[in-house]
Nanobody, 124 residues
Framework: QVQLVESGGGLVQAGGSLRLSCAAS????????MAWFRQCPGKEREFVAT????????NFADSVKGRFTISRDNTKNTVYLQMNSLKPEDTAVYYC?????????????????WGQGTQVTVSS
């Protein structure tokens, strides 16, 4: 089992940048496919990005492609989400998730472990 803790959220102006971190404990993060999802009040949780165990393959939602980057440092047991050119519609609670199966997915139901989330607010 792994515990996930997100950090790095905050308030930023449109066009700005933030880097979210997801620190894992309990088991090495290299055992998991990792992903970021986000959720706005009253909306479904939506896929943002995923990264394979080795970090060799990444995938992004169309809405963030070209602006966000996902990376991982397995030696630090941490996954990152670099968010550039932020827009007000990026405002959400961002969640880190881990999948034991090893198969990257955009479907939240396939992920086994979740962090508590970190709030990102982008002002216009």
């Amino acid at each position: 089992q792994v515990q996930l803790v997100e950090s790095g959220g905050g308030l930023v102006q449109a066009g700005g940048s933030l880097r979210l971190s997801c620190a894992a404990s309990g088991r090495t993060v290299s055992s998991y496919v990792m992903a970021w999802f986000r959720q706005c009040p009253g909306k479904e949780r939506e896929f943002v990005a995923t990264i394979t165990r080795s970090g060799g393959t990444t995938n992004f939602a169309d809405s963030v492609k070209g602006r966000f980057t996902i990376s991982r440092d397995n030696t630090k047991n941490t996954v990152y989400l670099q968010m550039n050119s932020l827009k007000p519609e990026d405002t959400a609670v961002y969640y880190c998730a881990a999948d034991r199966s090893g198969v990257p997915s955009m479907v939240s139901a396939f992920y086994d472990y979740w962090g508590q989330g970190t709030q990102v607010t982008v002002s216009s």
